[in-house]
């Protein structure tokens, strides 16, 4: 069986390469991060007129109701780019959490909106995904929330937040919340919305349906997303140590012709490449082999985080000593993999987790 990606996937990502290419080229990404800015209107507004924010969301609700697979497709574009637009919450897991586990008016009000660009939504589910701070939760209780959350995504700015409590139960929460308030994460990327929420006696509307089933789910796109980001990043350092090694001469030769670089650039695209398939065998396990999409989307994530950390190392070394030089950004891909790597959950809490659910560990 030949398992591929159709014509229309492939000019699809195409498309958006072209774009990104266009609107995120390396300096528009260095005055980003200068700027802390980490929603960048004018990347975003290119993204909005190929119709990526509708990409998951069904038809009856305008959007494009294409699936996970052709959302990892994209990500991996965006790695490629890092690019600082809101697609983790906005585009994937709040969708997909809505789509799970929202009422026919909670579908009805939100994922038209979602779906044109008109609104962005921010997601805040660490706690249940790779663990909490001693003490730190958030209760609900009458319709109201309280307590904190950590490493909320694409927060800021956002319309709409989905929030997760300390039983797993799914809430809306307006952005601009009464009782609210959000407090901006610096991080080793400055490309990422990162957030601190913190809830006193904040109005909510929990979500009509399985939030169990739609809190696992939305855990698992986001895990996929976040494996193809890397992979993303990790081709591009790739491509970068190679064009380098094809142009920096020592000793009269380029570096490229030495055989200990040939092995570095080698051994970075056997440790990658295998990622794709995992990649794309656990978004095609979300749409259609769904009981299998979270221990997938687990073994994705895990290995991705081990060789894109091996790929930035390794990509760095054979920059040698410009590798850390900010006039070749390579920094931006190096820290995008770092950061990717602990959100939802690191490789080794990822592997509990697989081995929990393979039976061959105890919770």
């Not at 030949?2 to 699809?12: C, P, R, T, V, Y």
């Not at 307590?147 to 409590?165: H, N, T, Y």
């Not at 796109?221 to 064009?243: F, H, P, Q, S």
Request: proline share 3%.
């Amino acid at each position: 069986m030949e398992f591929g990606l159709s014509q229309d996937q492939k000019l699809m990502q195409e498309s958006v390469r072209r774009t990104l290419e266009r609107v995120a080229p390396l300096e528009r990404i260095r005055r980003a991060a200068g700027a802390r800015e980490t929603v960048a209107a004018d990347i975003w507004e290119a993204l909005v007129g190929l119709g990526l924010p509708g990409l998951i969301v069904p038809e009856e609700f305008g959007g494009s109701a294409l699936g996970l697979l052709d959302a990892a497709l994209m990500a991996e574009m965006l790695g490629r780019h890092v690019a600082p637009v809101p697609f983790l919450a906005t585009i994937v897991m709040a969708p997909a959490a809505l789509i799970e586990a929202g009422s026919d008016s909670q579908k009805e009000t939100w994922l038209p909106k979602l779906a044109s660009g008109e609104i962005r939504a921010g997601v805040a589910v660490s706690e249940r995904a790779s663990g909490a701070r001693e003490g730190a939760r958030i209760t609900a209780s009458g319709g109201r929330l309280n307590g904190s959350a950590m490493f909320a995504f694409e927060a800021q700015g956002a319309d709409l937040i989905i929030v997760a409590d300390e039983k797993g139960a799914l809430h809306l929460v307006a952005g601009k919340a009464a009782g609210l308030t959000l407090t901006p994460l610096e991080t080793i990327d400055l490309t990422r919305d990162l957030s601190e929420l913190h809830f006193d006696n904040v109005e909510a509307e929990p979500l009509a349906g399985d939030s169990g089933r739609a809190l696992s789910r939305m855990i698992a796109a986001g895990r996929i997303i976040l494996a193809a980001d890397t992979l993303g990043a990790g081709d591009m350092m790739i491509e970068k140590a190679v064009d380098y090694a094809r142009e920096r001469k020592q000793f009269g030769r380029v570096i490229g012709s030495f055989q200990a670089v040939k092995h570095l650039c080698a051994e970075m695209a056997a440790e990658l490449e295998p990622g794709r398939a995992l990649i794309w065998y656990a978004a095609h396990a979300f749409d259609t082999l769904p009981d299998d999409a979270s221990l997938m989307a687990a073994h994705a994530k895990a290995h991705l985080s081990e060789a894109g950390r091996f790929v930035a190392r390794t990509s760095t070394e054979v920059h040698g000593g410009m590798g850390f030089t900010d006039l070749l950004g390579l920094h931006y891909w190096f820290k995008r993999i770092g950061l990717d790597r602990q959100l939802l959950g690191g490789p080794e809490r990822l592997r509990h987790e697989a081995a929990v659910a393979q039976g061959l560990a105890a919770a």
